[in-house]
């Protein structure tokens, strides 16, 4: 069993939006540094955005800035990526991962999270 579960993939057509979900079903969130990551077969997996522990930092990749919204809400255990103006090249498998990181700060290094999710697609196509 994962200890992260992503959901919300799927198919959209260019310009389209989604909003993935990833929570925790058996331990709290609330002390971790969450990010989403991405991968499409052949390549290496990209960090795509990350929050703090408080909510405040967030870090984006230069692909995504200005496109995706990365939250989280601490009631429900949830983090989530609100994707607008999707274009055929964020078409990927799309991981949730988390730290336990006190700090304020979180980082879009895959080597820095130790708690992963199985992923979900996300297929952008007309």
């Known amino acids: 069993q994962w200890p992260l579960v992503e959901s919300g993939g799927g198919l959209v057509q260019p310009g389209g939006s989604l909003r993935l979900s990833c929570t925790a079903p058996?331990?709290?969130?609330?002390?971790?540094?969450l990010a989403w990551f991405r991968q499409v077969p052949g390549k290496e997996r990209e960090g795509v955005s990350c929050?703090?522990?408080?909510?405040?930092?967030?870090n984006y990749a230069d692909s995504v800035k200005g496109r995706f919204t990365i939250s989280r809400d601490r009631a429900k255990n949830t983090v989530y990526l609100q994707m607008s103006s999707l274009k055929p090249e964020d078409t990927a498998l799309y991981y949730c991962?988390?730290?336990?990181?006190?700090?304020?700060?979180?980082?879009?290094?895959?080597?820095?999270?130790?708690?992963w999710g199985q992923g979900t697609q996300v297929t952008v196509s007309s």
């Open positions: 929050i703090d522990l408080y909510g405040i930092t967030t």
């Open positions: 058996s331990f709290g969130l609330a002390h971790f540094a």
């Open positions: 991962a988390g730290v336990d990181n006190q700090s304020g700060q979180c980082v879009l290094g895959s080597t820095t999270y130790e708690y």
